[in-house]
């Protein structure tokens, strides 16, 4: 969902992601890097609780059960992300390149397989860094659920 309007900035889009898996996650790091004070992004989690200030996955008591399956990421999408996160995702002892390169590899640049569940954590760390252009929201969205949207509106004023 994205809402422009005008603010003493300019121009001011704001984007509302339901969802903070990997491409909601990496979506969301895209706008922020590419509009940057242009844009102020809200991204709402269900299998998030909060922490502190911060945001972080909920345990497997709390209901979450982290996918710990492998997946393959294209070059074309990884080169994409900012340097700084690429820095933090691609430690060597956490990625294999075990596939051939197709398609969407660019150049040399190999598929890369890793555990979702390391991307997510890893995602999650700087987005919690630029709080004041990513909003975190720990609650799952119920589209036409007028007591949820009030719970996520007193949530949102929250952070
Ligand atoms: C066994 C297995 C192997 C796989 N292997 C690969 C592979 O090799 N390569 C590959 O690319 N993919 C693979 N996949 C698919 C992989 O899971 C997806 O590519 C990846 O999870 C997609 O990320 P996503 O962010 O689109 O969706 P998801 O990871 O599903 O994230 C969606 C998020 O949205 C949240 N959400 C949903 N609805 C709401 C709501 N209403 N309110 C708030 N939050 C909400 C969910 O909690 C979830 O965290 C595999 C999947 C399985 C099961």
Redesign the pocket.
Known sequence: MTHPEESEEGSLLRVTV???????LSMARLLEHFLGAQVKITV????WRKDGRRVVWKSQEEGNVR?Q?????QSRQYLAWPQYVQERLFDPEHFTEMWPSGPDSIGDHHPR?MR?AYIEDKLLEPANEKRDRIRLIP????PGGTARRTRLAACARHL
């Open positions: 339901v969802g903070g898996g990997p491409v909601g709402f989690e269900g299998r996918r399956q492998v997946v393959t990421v397989n979702i609650a799952q969205v119920r």
